[in-house]
Nanobody, 114 residues
């Protein structure tokens, strides 16, 4: 299983980004896709996750600004981030949790700065 993230970049405070995560390989039914943010010290914080049937869970700190979604036919997860703040900066990693294991992508850098 491989995950490839894209969509990161440099954006000013108040701006928006849409991250994508394309998953390839064998996917088991009942998998969960998630986005994590990694900051200095390699700590990974859960930002949002979504089950195969679309039940989403978004961290309280970003719930009003971020939306997670997925397209099962395209094997892709998305993270729409609006009204970005400097504290949202970090490497955003995609993760899939399914029977047989948990897999990670390499991440995409998001920098929010004026």
């Amino acid at each position: 299983v491989q995950l490839v993230e894209s969509g990161g970049g440099l954006v000013q405070p108040g701006g928006s980004l849409r991250l994508s995560c394309v998953v390839s390989g064998f996917l088991y039914r009942g998998n969960t896709l998630a986005w994590y943010r990694q900051t200095t010290g390699n700590q990974r914080d859960l930002v949002a996750r979504i089950s195969e049937n679309g039940v989403a869970d978004v961290a309280d700190s970003v719930k009003a600004r971020f939306t997670i979604s997925r397209d099962n036919e395209k094997h892709t997860a998305y993270l729409q981030m609006n009204n970005l703040k400097p504290e949202d900066s970090g490497v955003y990693l995609c993760n899939i949790d399914q029977w047989g294991g948990t897999y990670w992508g390499q991440g995409t850098q998001v920098t929010v700065s004026s």
